[in-house]
């Protein structure tokens, strides 16, 4: 495959979203994907934890009132001559009931390469509807809009949906652009970066692409002084029930080796072992430090270019 960049507007994503027949299936949305880019392969890596967020306002029998709950209830309030206890009791009155939008994250994973750089990855929210609670609980009315908006202690009701999941285009990343720009930003190396080129010059980056296993994520955090940090995290999405390895006491030589190739080929690809560890993920740094003694030692098990890796890392230790 050759490294060619991918040319894929975040529109196009958008309006291929918009034309998929509410509550069809994520194969639908994958083919859908797959024709506006044919030349390069795409596949469902992640899909990320349930979240929500607020939705809107329906009457008992389903019928809507309005799509934006904040919106609703703000003007509702001006309407109500900015009196609360006025817009409480029309609430109660017609008996009203607030939504939720439930959803999940959809990680589409764009191989671009065969370097562990070259993919992008397309979020894409998948989002449901359902029946939240009473938008007023009679017995603990709210004291305030922002209590009326989200209750501590709302009057919940049993769960019910409207109409079917949806699909909304949410960002594309270039991850070898984007990795640049934080690259450009961090002192030093960034141990993202570290590990990808650690994957690359490792047997694993011979063997596998490193995104049939992991997946670089951009996430923003809060700075000491309050400003938006742009960062980048790796995820490991191995669906497999793999074993930990913690304990390596007495273990050396091709007792230890053994132990490292078993976890090798239930991940799927040689030296997996080492980057579970840099992760922080089933695998102990005590590993690296027991196969560094053995290679400094009598034993050579590991390839060359992987022994080159752990010496690397036992110079100067880092991980994700």
């Known amino acids: 495959m050759t490294n060619s960049r991918l040319v894929l507007a975040g529109q196009d994503i958008t309006e291929c979203c918009k034309k998929i027949i509410p509550g069809q299936t994520d194969e639908v949305l994958q083919t859908k994907l797959q024709s506006l880019i044919p030349d390069y392969p795409i596949h469902l890596a992640l899909t990320g ?17 309005a799509n934006d709950l904040i919106e609703w209830v703000e003007r509702t309030y001006i309407e ?10 029309y609430t109660l009155e017609q008996k009203l009931i607030a939504t939720k939008q439930t959803g999940k994250t959809l990680y589409f994973v764009v191989q671009t390469g065969e370097r562990a750089e070259d993919f992008t990855l397309i979020e894409i929210d998948k989002t449901l509807e359902v029946s939240d609670r009473m938008l007023v609980d009679e017995q ?15 009057f919940c009701i049993e769960s019910f949906c409207f109409g079917h999941s949806r699909y909304t285009y949410r960002r594309k990343t270039d991850v070898k652009l984007f990795m640049e720009v934080i690259n450009e930003r961090h002192p030093g190396e960034h141990p993202v970066q570290r590990f990808m080129d650690d994957w690359n010059r490792s ?12 997946i670089i994520r951009p996430y923003r955090h809060t700075g000491r002084f309050g400003e938006q940090i742009v960062n980048v995290e ?8 793999l074993p930990h390895l913690e304990d390596f006491a007495g273990k050396k030589g091709s007792a230890l080796s053994n132990v490292l190739n ?22 102990s740094t005590y590993s690296a430090e027991s196969v560094y003694r053995d290679i400094s030692g009598d034993f050579a098990y590991l390839p060359e270019r992987d022994e080159a890796v752990l010496r690397d890392w036992i110079a100067t230790p880092y991980n994700v």
């Open 140 to 154: 603990n009315p709210p004291e305030d809009l922002e209590e009326f908006i989200d209750p501590l202690q709302p």
């Open 234 to 241: 790796i995820i490991n999405i191995n669906k497999n029930n």
């Open 49 to 65: 934890d349930e979240w929500y967020r607020l939705g809107g306002v329906v009457d008992m029998e389903g019928k809507r009132i």
């Open 80 to 89: 109500c001559g900015q009196n609360l206890h006025t817009l409480i009791e």
């Open 262 to 283: 078993r976890f090798d080929r239930q991940v799927g690809y040689p030296f997996a072992w080492y980057f579970y560890m840099l992760k922080g993920k089933l695998v």
């Open 203 to 214: 047997s694993a980056g011979q063997k596998n692409r490193m995104s049939d296993d992991w």
